[in-house]
């Protein structure tokens, strides 16, 4: 048993066809088709979604209205995103992924951040004979906060490090109350130092 999304319907297609060789896309018809195309609750397509929700930001922030025809350069990389939408429905993904459902998992936490965006992937990890088996469980991204007037993020690197850590532990929690099976440890990775020193620090930061 797998997990994918529903293929895109036919007048979906022709429909984006028309717009994209017109050169037409305004905020509104982005938001469409990332509605239509983009919807991901288990964030496993996190890798093509993000794109699609950083160009919603971009053109927020920007002030475009929403019936107004976006620019020569917001046409392609509007075009571009959407188009890679289209394919997201040939990524299989098993629902069943554990071993033996009465003994318990380790849960292992990959967090992440950049300055466009911060995200969480949540691994069940599960041995038995001697056999170790590593399956993404569900994944959750998230965009950095701008400022209204720039496209520079509000926080600091460490502190989108940090909400990717916070993000990754909620997310791990959800899926601990959800999963139906014992968890015997709850692992957090991440690639900054800083970070993780804050987690571990007994002390009330500022």
């Known amino acids: 048993d797998e997990y994918h999304l529903s293929p895109p ?13 017109a050169r037409t896309f305004t905020k509104r018809l982005v938001c469409v088709f990332v509605a239509k195309l983009g919807w991901d609750h288990m964030g496993v397509h996190a890798p093509a979604t993000v794109a699609s929700r950083l160009l919603i930001q971009k053109l927020w922030i920007e002030g475009y209205p929403w019936d107004v025809t976006l620019d020569s350069a917001l046409q392609d990389e509007a075009i571009e995103t959407i188009q890679g939408l289209f394919d997201l429905h040939t990524v299989r993904w098993p629902r069943i992924f554990l071993q033996d459902p009465t003994q318990s998992v380790r849960l292992v936490v990959c967090a992440d951040a950049s300055e466009l965006s911060t995200c969480a992937a949540v691994y069940i990890w599960q041995v038995k004979n001697g056999s170790i088996t590593s399956h993404l469980a569900m994944a959750k991204s998230k965009n950095a906060k701008k400022a ?3 496209l520079k993020p509000l926080r600091t690197m460490p502190e989108l490090e940090l909400n990717s850590f916070v993000l990754g532990v909620r997310l791990a929690l959800f899926v601990k109350e959800n999963l139906g099976v014992p ?7 991440g690639d900054s130092q800083i970070a993780l020193w804050q987690c571990i620090n007994q002390r009330k930061l500022n």
């Open 9 to 21: 319907s036919q007048a979906t297609r022709e429909l984006f066809e028309r717009i994209a060789s």
């Open 183 to 189: 968890v015997q440890a709850l692992h957090l990775c």
């Open 148 to 150: 209204k007037d720039a």
